[in-house]
């Protein structure tokens, strides 16, 4: 059974969790896959930081923890240093340009980055960043399809921001088109 | 072992997922309680409607999935309809007062609601009702502290926004301890 455990990490109004909720959607929308999405808060969950693991599979989830994520998205230093000793050996990290500094980078992973603050600042709303992750995420892995991520980011934003968003995605997945031509996975 | 199921459920778009974040926080703040918040996605994840499962508990929670859900907070019709057969007798039903009509409402629950649209229009903001419904909740339920939840408000909104929210949540709030004083708690 093919299972896919994805970590989505970064600060408090960011977008982590929505980011995650359209991952999952994503995911059973076009595919007829399962998803589930999961925060675990316990005394430790004062702070900033913000997570969600969201586990895609073939059937439904039966035990929803994450025990080997095998793709992380970062939008902190915080959530940089913290997550990534859980990420699996040949997994996938995608970090944001400016807010993460990636230090000791592994070797043993494959790693590509995206200045999605500036993109989202192009298109005039900073907000859309964890969007703009979205997009270049979709671009760089296959874990969901393009067509679904972009439906499930139309149906999960707040009304009247649907445009906005779906740009904020393009955008995001035309970068990563972009880097693929000039870095080609490396690992897997 | 003490263990709250909540289920808060409404449109894509409405908070719902981040109305649940903070719940999940809160409890861990000051009350050194742990907690989850689960969404599972299937083929059925079509469609408009949104949903997140939180579970309170004195210990780490290993089955995060809801079995008995004994608080609900629904902010839309369809939402009202599919959920509210599996509040647990006894429960607690919590509605925005006019996204939901509550037909044929179920005698063996206690039901509150509140017009948190337009309290939110008031403060200039529809997005925030959520928050204000997460106010009113605090009030008639006693699930976590009222200290507990504004910081929890304020830690996870987005920046900038933390003023807004407060006030939608003390809004929320002070119209439900008013609700109590007219309507005193029937069940339990």
Chains 1, 2 share one sequence.
Do not use: W
């Not at 400016?98 to 907000?127: C, F």
């Not at 009247?160 to 972009?178: D, M, Q, V, W």
């Amino acid at each position: 059974m093919a299972r896919t455990e994805i970590k989505i990490g970064g600060f408090g109004g960011q977008g982590v969790i929505l980011s995650g909720y359209i991952v999952g959607r994503a995911a059973s929308i076009f595919d007829k896959k399962y998803a589930t999405m999961i925060q675990a808060f316990g005394p430790e969950a004062r702070g900033s930081s913000c997570s969600a693991g969201i586990i895609v599979a073939d059937e439904p989830v039966a035990y929803p923890y994450l025990t080997g994520p095998n793709l992380m998205v970062l939008m902190s230093q915080e959530a940089y240093t913290k997550f990534t000793p859980e990420l699996v050996k040949g997994g996938t990290l995608i970090t944001e340009e400016e807010l993460v500094n990636p230090t000791n980078l592994r070797k043993d992973i494959t790693h590509y980055s995206i200045p999605a603050t500036r993109i989202a600042e192009e298109l005039g709303k900073k907000m859309v960043l964890n969007i703009v992750m979205m997009g270049f995420t979709t671009a760089v892995t296959k874990v969901v399809k393009k067509e679904a991520m972009a439906e499930a980011v139309k149906m999960s934003v707040p009304k009247g921001t649907e445009e906005l968003n779906l740009n904020a995605f393009e955008r995001g997945y035309a970068y990563g088109i972009e880097l693929l031509k000039k870095k080609p996975v490396a690992m897997n």
